[in-house]
Every structure is written in structure tokens, then in C-alpha cells.
């Protein structure tokens, strides 16, 4: 396709989308929460993470949810969750993984999203119980929403394949699509350079033909399991991805994730009672919580449909990973993660400015490097040097805030460790 003819196609999907979410009178925005790693989570733990997820503008969680057979602690922290958003007007909705769940559990999951239907902590949109899953594209839905009877679902799922959604909503009865496409990639799990771009956006978008589509945002994405030992390329992304949302103005955002430390794109706090899947040894210490105050005037944006954010404290946010690229551990078994040859060594430094100002980095024994940055959100990007790393933010020759970050990057390591260390001033 001619480049023009490409831009005419894209504009027109943009253009019904734009008018289909103009109808529906609400954008929420949801965070994808792994109920798999919280088994003794109490009532006062959920209460602690919706209110860190409401102080952004977060509206509920997609609970994340293997069936009872595989962990047992399910239905309880199922319960657990919708008792607390009920106490703090939070919302819930169950997303079904299907690495756990399959076809033939019709029943099970039909008793599930029963349960919570009508709770006044579930989830709503298109004025249906909002529910949806992790993979799972060929579930019948219609066998679900027949025994169910009166009570209306909106089954937004996540669907792999763009190109089959037109096939497969009457057949398996969904309303709509949530991609797990958040970070820069060619399909599945191949790594593909950065930076992310919406052109899986624009097919989900154009496949479903003006029903609602739910954009993913992704921070990050490091993973060094025996199983899955790859990065993918999203350095700037907590920025780029968040404008693009604002870009498109999709129906529905679901923030991929909430709590994954498995994955390194989690945007929580440190969950103390979470139970560890054997991520703690890059994720303990690399905290993420910054990445939540360059969120919340996107998701303020976002709401409304405003082209970009509106800052109203002076801030910055950096983030970095702790060796270079190239560094080679000397004692892991695994050895170094797919894709990290595709990455630069840079720090990340967003500034949130109220006024213009001058921001200087200075990364190791790399020499100090001072930019100016306009009002508003912007991103910048440093040289890598190693050992400290100072901030500083100047305004009218006078330093407003900044100082010296907690970790240091060194040249060498004994395992691998691809997470972003995560600061503010």
C-alpha cells in the first residue's frame, strides 16, 4: 500500500474510534494485578495497593487469576479484593489466564464472573460485568453470557491475532479486544528495536471496527527465568508509550502491570506480603514507584482527552539499569537475556516542570551534560558513565530540586539483571 493510501486507512480508524469512544462517556483505566503471587495477601494489603492505584487515577484492577486447582487461595483472595475496592469505591474484574484456565472450563468460569456480577466492586462498562483474559482466544463467551441469563457481560478478552477479530466476536461472543502487543515487537515474543510504535494498535483497532478496543501501557520488561530469559527494547517508553494513548484516545487503557516483578514492569510499591517467584533477586531493591508520578497526569490526560498532560509540581524522574549492556556476569547459568545486545547504555531522565528550566546529569565518570527542558512532560536521554549519579534542576541559575541517586552503576556483576532502578526528585 502507497504510503497516502496507508494514511487515509489509518485516519479513518482513527476517526471511528475517536467517534465510539466520544459515545461510551468514560476512558478507565485499569492495572493488570498477578492475584498468582499474593496468596496471603489480608483485606489491609489490598486497601494499601488500591489506594497507591487510586492516588494516579487508577480506576480498578484486572485480577489476574489461575482456577482453584492450580492455586488454592483464589476464590479467597478473589473475595478479598472485591471487599476492599467495595470499602474504597475502587473496581474489580476478573481477567482469566489462560496459561491456568481452557475451554472446557465453561462452568467454572461462568460460576466465577457470576459471583461478582452484580458486586458493587465489579467492574462495568457498555453497562455490562467487564471481564477478560490472559490469552484464551478461542473461549466460547456465548456459553457463558447464555447461562448467565440477565446479567450482561462486556467481554473485552485478550486476542493474539489482530486480523481474526472480525471472524470471531459473533462466534465467540466477545465485545471487544485488549492486546498484550505493549512493548516493541514483531508478535509473540521476539524482540524487535525500540521504540515502541502503534502499528499493532492500528490493526487491533481497524479489526474491530468500532467496537471498544483496551490499549496496553507497559513500563518496562526484563525477565531472567529458566523458562523466559529475554528484554524487551522500551527505554523511554514510560513516556512515549503514555503520549501515544493520548494520540489515539483508545475506549479503555490497562496498565501491563500492577504487580508483575516476574516480568520488571510492575509500577506498585514493594509488596511486602507478596509470595516470590524468584524475582526478587532483580527486582528487590530496583524500586519502580517513580514511574507511577510520570503516569498520573497522563491518566488525568487521558480522561480528558486532552492532547497532553498538565504538570503541577515541578519533578523529574530517572531510571537506569545497573551495568552496561555488554557486561558478562560471571556466575549465572542462564546467561544473558535475549535482546540485550539491541540496548543502549543510557540513563533516562523525564523532567515534569511547571516553568522551563535546565536539567544536568551527571552519569559516573562521564562529564556533566546539561539540556534545557520546556514545560510539561518531556524525556531525555544520558550517556551511561559508571559509578554515582547526580540530578539537577536549575531555574533562573538557581537549583529547585535534585541530588545523588541510591545505586550506583558498576561494570561488573555475577547474574544478570536487566530491571530499571527507578528514582525522583
Same mark, same amino acid.
Given at each position: 500500500?502507497?504510503? @497516502? $493510501?496507508?494514511?487515509?486507512?489509518?485516519?479513518?480508524?482513527?476517526?471511528?474510534?475517536?467517534?465510539?469512544?466520544? @459515545?461510551?462517556?468514560?476512558?478507565?483505566?485499569?492495572?493488570?494485578?498477578?492475584?498468582?503471587?499474593?496468596?496471603?495477601?489480608?483485606?489491609?494489603?489490598?486497601?494499601?495497593? #488500591?489506594? +497507591?492505584?487510586?492516588? #494516579?487515577?487508577?480506576? $480498578?484492577?484486572?485480577?489476574?487469576?489461575?482456577? %482453584?486447582?492450580?492455586?488454592?487461595?483464589?476464590?479467597?483472595?478473589?473475595?478479598?479484593?472485591?471487599?476492599?475496592? +467495595?470499602?474504597?469505591?475502587?473496581?474489580?474484574?476478573?481477567?482469566?489466564?489462560?496459561?491456568?484456565?481452557?475451554?472446557?472450563?465453561?462452568?467454572?468460569?461462568?460460576?466465577?464472573?457470576?459471583?461478582?456480577?452484580?458486586?458493587?466492586?465489579?467492574?462495568?462498562?457498555?453497562?455490562?460485568?467487564?471481564?477478560?483474559?490472559?490469552?484464551?482466544?478461542?473461549?466460547?463467551? &456465548?456459553?457463558?453470557?447464555?447461562?448467565?441469563?440477565?446479567?450482561?457481560?462486556?467481554?473485552? %478478552? &485478550?486476542?493474539?491475532?489482530?486480523?481474526?477479530?472480525?471472524?470471531?466476536?459473533?462466534?465467540?461472543?466477545?465485545?471487544?479486544?485488549?492486546?498484550?502487543?505493549?512493548?516493541? /515487537?514483531?508478535?509473540?515474543?521476539?524482540?524487535?528495536?525500540?521504540?515502541?510504535?502503534?502499528?499493532?494498535?492500528?490493526?487491533?483497532?481497524?479489526?474491530?471496527?468500532?467496537?471498544?478496543?483496551? @490499549?496496553?501501557?507497559?513500563?518496562?520488561?526484563?525477565?531472567?527465568?529458566?523458562?523466559?530469559?529475554?528484554?524487551?527494547?522500551?527505554?523511554?517508553?514510560?513516556?512515549?508509550?503514555?503520549?501515544?494513548?493520548?494520540?489515539?484516545?483508545?475506549?479503555?487503557?490497562?496498565?501491563?502491570?500492577?504487580?508483575?516483578?516476574?516480568?520488571?514492569?510492575?509500577?506498585?510499591?514493594?509488596?511486602?506480603?507478596?509470595?516470590?517467584?524468584?524475582?526478587?533477586?532483580?527486582?528487590?531493591?530496583?524500586?519502580?514507584?517513580?514511574?507511577?508520578?510520570?503516569?498520573?497526569?497522563?491518566?488525568?490526560?487521558?480522561?480528558?482527552? @486532552?492532547?497532553?498532560?498538565?504538570?503541577?509540581?515541578?519533578?523529574?524522574?530517572?531510571?537506569?539499569?545497573?551495568?552496561?549492556?555488554?557486561?558478562? !556476569?560471571?556466575?549465572?547459568?542462564?546467561?544473558?537475556?535475549?535482546?540485550?545486545?539491541?540496548?543502549?547504555?543510557?540513563?533516562?531522565?523525564?523532567?515534569?516542570?511547571?516553568?522551563?528550566? +535546565?536539567? /544536568?546529569?551527571?552519569?559516573?565518570?562521564?562529564?556533566?551534560?546539561?539540556?534545557?527542558?520546556?514545560?510539561?512532560?518531556?524525556?531525555?536521554?544520558?550517556?551511561? $558513565?559508571? $559509578?554515582?549519579?547526580?540530578?539537577?534542576?536549575?531555574?533562573?541559575?538557581? +537549583?529547585?530540586?535534585?541530588?545523588?541517586?541510591?545505586?550506583?552503576?558498576?561494570?561488573? !556483576?555475577?547474574?544478570?539483571?536487566?530491571?530499571?532502578?527507578?528514582?525522583?526528585?
Amino acid at each position: 500500500m502507497r504510503l @497516502a $493510501g496507508l494514511l487515509a486507512t489509518v485516519s479513518v480508524i482513527l476517526s471511528n474510534t475517536l467517534g465510539f469512544v466520544a @459515545a461510551q462517556g468514560s476512558k478507565p483505566v485499569f492495572a493488570h494485578f498477578m492475584v498468582g503471587i499474593v496468596e496471603k495477601f489480608t483485606v489491609q494489603d489490598w486497601l494499601n495497593e #488500591i489506594q +497507591q492505584a487510586q492516588a #494516579i487515577g487508577i480506576d $480498578g484492577f484486572a485480577l489476574n487469576c489461575a482456577p %482453584p486447582w492450580v492455586d488454592s487461595y483464589t476464590p479467597k483472595q478473589l473475595d478479598n479484593a472485591y471487599t476492599a475496592a +467495595q470499602q474504597l469505591n475502587f473496581k474489580m474484574f476478573i481477567s482469566f489466564d489462560f496459561a491456568y484456565w481452557s475451554n472446557g472450563d465453561t462452568g467454572n468460569i461462568t460460576s466465577f464472573v457470576g459471583k461478582y456480577a452484580a458486586h458493587p466492586a465489579q467492574a462495568k462498562f457498555n453497562g455490562g460485568a467487564l471481564v477478560s483474559t490472559f490469552v484464551g482466544d478461542s473461549f466460547n463467551w &456465548n456459553a457463558v453470557k447464555s447461562a448467565l441469563g440477565s446479567q450482561k457481560l462486556t467481554v473485552i %478478552p &485478550n486476542m493474539q491475532d489482530p486480523a481474526s477479530l472480525g471472524s470471531v466476536s459473533t462466534q465467540f461472543g466477545i465485545d471487544g479486544a485488549f492486546s498484550w502487543y505493549a512493548w516493541p /515487537t514483531d508478535g509473540g515474543n521476539s524482540v524487535i528495536e525500540g521504540p515502541m510504535t502503534t502499528v499493532w494498535d492500528q490493526r487491533y483497532i481497524q479489526g474491530l471496527g468500532g467496537r471498544p478496543y483496551m @490499549a496496553p501501557v507497559s513500563p518496562w520488561f526484563s525477565t531472567h527465568f529458566n523458562t523466559k530469559n529475554w528484554v524487551f527494547i522500551c527505554e523511554e517508553q514510560p513516556v512515549r508509550r503514555w503520549q501515544q494513548i493520548l494520540d489515539m484516545k483508545p475506549a479503555l487503557v490497562e496498565i501491563i502491570t500492577w504487580n508483575d516483578f516476574g516480568e520488571s514492569h510492575y509500577i506498585s510499591g514493594s509488596e511486602p506480603n507478596h509470595s516470590d517467584d524468584g524475582s526478587s533477586q532483580w527486582a528487590n531493591g530496583f524500586p519502580h514507584d517513580g514511574w507511577r508520578d510520570i503516569y498520573r497526569p497522563y491518566i488525568a490526560a487521558y480522561k480528558a482527552g @486532552a492532547s497532553s498532560p498538565t504538570v503541577n509540581t515541578d519533578e523529574i524522574v530517572y531510571w537506569y539499569r545497573p551495568t552496561p549492556h555488554a557486561a558478562r !556476569c560471571s556466575n549465572d547459568p542462564l546467561g544473558i537475556p535475549r535482546g540485550a545486545e539491541l540496548m543502549d547504555d543510557l540513563v533516562f531522565v523525564s523532567t515534569l516542570l511547571t516553568q522551563p528550566a +535546565q536539567l /544536568t546529569v551527571t552519569s559516573g565518570n562521564v562529564a556533566p551534560v546539561t539540556v534545557n527542558a520546556d514545560a510539561g512532560v518531556h524525556v531525555f536521554n544520558f550517556t551511561m $558513565g559508571i $559509578g554515582k549519579q547526580s540530578f539537577s534542576v536549575s531555574r533562573g541559575g538557581r +537549583q529547585i530540586l535534585g541530588g545523588q541517586s541510591a545505586k550506583d552503576t558498576v561494570s561488573s !556483576c555475577q547474574t544478570y539483571n536487566f530491571n530499571a532502578y527507578v528514582g525522583k526528585f
